[in-house]
């Protein structure tokens, strides 16, 4: 019973330091802690909506599994984020975040400043924090790009192997004209590259988990306990 009351009583505690942190009008919980860094529902929500935005994907159809993949990439994007604040983090240009801008708005069309400012404001966003989510997502991109790269090494038997193993089967597949393998090689290795990288991902946001501190559905347990 004690230990119940004093995870209500902490949850109702953190909940109150979000409030007056964040001048809340409305009771918003905190989804998660990483290492300090408090991720809120609100967080979450925010970032299905940007997601569903730059992928041009409707938002009629979300449920619980979304909103746990949602927290799930916070989670590690805050663990990336930390990785940021040592030497060496590199900055993305203005011109990579303004093509990447770009890139979005052109999915939409829009007619005028005033329809894409609407478009994202029927998303919760403005255009001051698009620009600031794609600027940490570039960030993070290259973070991951400069720390894993080197260690993506990919050889020419690798090559040559997804070149008479994958892409000449596609092609006679598809009816294509056959590519000679030195004219696509470099394609090739860099398709590889980012597969090796993304392997390497997943094993760095592993290790970083297992050296964390992270609390997940702090708010389910109080108030679950406070209901009984």
Known sequence: MMRRLTTALLGFTLTVMVLLA?????????????????????????????????????????????????LDRLIDQELLREQM??????????????????EIRKQYEPKSDAEWKALLAAHRLTEEELRARVTLQLELTRLVDI?????????????????????????????????PLAEVSPKIKELLTQQKIDELLIAWLRDLRTGSKIQTQLFSSADESMQR
Request: net charge negative; aromatic share 4%; charged share 30%.
């Open 147 to 179: 720390h894993l790269r080197p260690a993506a090494n990919i050889s020419s038997k690798n090559i040559e192997s997804y070149y008479r193993q994958e892409l000449l089967p596609q092609l006679r597949q598809s009816g294509a004209k056959e590519v």
């Open 85 to 102: 604040r040592t030497p060496g983090s590199a900055q993305p240009a203005e011109e990579e975040v303004e093509n990447q801008i770009k």
């Open 22 to 70: 964040h001048g809340a009008d409305v009771l918003d919980r905190i989804a998660a802690i990483v290492n300090g860094q408090i991720i809120l529902q609100s967080d979450c929500e925010d970032a299905i909506w940007y997601d569903a935005f730059v992928a041009k994907r409707p938002l009629d159809r979300i449920d619980s599994a979304d909103r746990k993949a949602a």
